[in-house]
Structure formats: structure tokens, C-alpha cells
């Protein structure tokens, strides 16, 4: 079984279309770790794109702060400007999905997913020694997350936790890595919708467990036309300028 592992889309649908292309034929079940909404022009698209996908989605924070407002405080006040404009985007019948996705972390087949870390669904994971906490809270030697847009992760070999630097190269799409036995890993597919590594490119990863195989991958989409569609909307100019860099 090969799973398309998708995090951090933040509807951004031309992002979204080009990771489907460039997957197309490689995948038999997708796989969402959250915040298909916030930051970007096309909430309602994304959100029927997952369903139609038949996707294994959890809520992000972004999710559960556009499902209930009184979360958005917690938000700097750029994104919960979003946040509120999203909230009245939405089509009632998307936000009763995206009200609906099942929070923390879960079990899926040999693997586990979770938007931010196993101890708290909203914690960021940059460090090591948090990476720790998670390796060892993991149900399963393999473990996908995202809330960070930083594609990669964390390698547990005994009492070790190392930094995994995953990114393709520049004028690349793919990195494989190969997942060996008896190590634990907590992996980052990036995000799909705005990426925060330097990279622009839209990230996501395949997996192929039973081959050992984890694939992340790095795709090019227009990103002008994105930032065009977030001007019209009036979204906040720093969101629009950020797609550029990947910061």
C-alpha cells in the first residue's frame, strides 16, 4: 500500500492540483495531517478536493480555530484575520466537515499521524529534544506530523534522537529515504500550501511501508497566480509576499 501524505495545505487549491499531478498513479490512499483551511484564497475548493480524495484527515489548529472562534484569539492577529474571513467563506456544509475532523493523533494501518506532537496537538516540533518525547509517546516505529511547514524530521537509533534533513536539492523533486528496522521516525511531509524551509516548491511525501520506502517530494505551482487570487481577496499582504520565499 502506497500513501500520499498530505499536511499543511492551507487552501491553496493550485498547490494542491500541482502535488496531484506530480503524485498522480504513485499512491493508493492519501493521508491529511491538517490545516486544509487558514492563510490562503481557496478554502471550499481544498476542503472538497480531501473529501473527494476519501483522505484520512485530522484537524490542524487552523481547522479548529475556524470551527470555533473562540480558538482564534490564540492566533497572531495576521492569521486570525484570515481565520474570521475564512470562517465566512466557508460553505455551511464545508464547515461542518472541517468541524467534524478528529483531533490529536491516530492509528493509520502500520503508521501514526498527528498535526503537532502526540503530547499536544498544537505544539510545534522543531527540536530534538521535544522529537524525543514524541519518538518514545509513538505507537509505531513510523510516525508522520506537520504544524511546522518544515519538510523532514527526527530519527530515534537508542537513546539518540538526530535531525533528518530530507529537502531535495534544488533542480531535484525527490529525496528517498529508507526506513530502516529498529529505528523509530517521526517525518514531516512539509506543506503542501505554504512552506517555511526556503523551499517554495509545494511538499508532500509517499510513503511505501511495506517496501521501506518513504519518498519527500518538492513540486513547482504558480505561485502568482495564488498571490493574485489572495489580493483580490484582500487577504494580508505579508501571506501573499511569504509564498514567494517559502518563509
Keep these: 500500500m502506497r500513501y500520499l501524505i498530505l499536511s499543511d495545505i492551507h ?3 493550485t498547490a494542491l492540483d500541482a502535488v496531484l499531478e506530480a503524485a498522480k498513479g504513485k499512491w493508493d490512499k492519501a493521508v491529511c495531517l491538517g490545516d486544509l483551511v487558514g492563510y490562503g484564497p481557496d478554502p471550499n475548493e481544498v ?38 474571513w475564512t470562517h465566512d467563506q466557508l460553505r455551511p456544509e464545508n464547515r461542518a466537515y472541517v468541524e467534524n475532523l478528529p483531533k ?11 498535526h503537532g506532537s502526540f503530547l499536544d496537538e498544537d505544539e510545534y516540533v522543531f527540536w530534538p529534544m521535544l522529537a524525543y518525547e514524541d519518538l518514545l509517546e509513538s ?19 537508542g ?37 517555511r524551509d526556503g523551499d517554495p516548491r509545494a511538499g508532500f511525501a509517499i510513503a511505501d511501508l511495506q517496501h521501506h520506502l518513504v519518498e519527500f517530494w518538492r513540486v513547482p505551482y504558480d505561485i502568482g497566480e495564488v498571490q493574485l487570487r489572495m489580493a483580490h481577496a484582500g487577504l494580508p499582504e505579508p501571506l501573499i509576499l511569504r509564498l514567494t520565499f517559502g518563509r
Excluded: C, W
Design 11 to 13: 487552501a491553496n487549491l
Design 47 to 84: 476542503v472538497e478536493k480531501i473529501q473527494s480524495l476519501k483522505a484520512v484527515t485530522i484537524r490542524g489548529n487552523h481547522d479548529k480555530g475556524v470551527s470555533d472562534l473562540t480558538h482564534s484569539e490564540d492566533f497572531n492577529p495576521v492569521a486570525r484575520a484570515v481565520l474570521l
Design 104 to 114: 490529536g493523533s491516530k492509528p493509520v494501518d502500520d503508521f501514526s499521524i498527528v
Design 139 to 157: 505507537p509505531t516505529p513510523v510516525a508522520f506530523f506537520g504544524h511546522t511547514h518544515i519538510q523532514g524530521g527526527f530519527v530515534l537509533r
Design 159 to 195: 537513546e539518540e534522537v538526530s535531525v533528518l534533513s530530507s529537502r531535495p536539492m534544488p533542480g531535484k523533486m525527490i529525496f528517498p529515504l529508507t526506513i530502516e528496522p529498529k529505528i523509530k521516525y517521526l517525518l514531516n511531509p512539509g506543506s503542501v500550501g505554504q512552506p
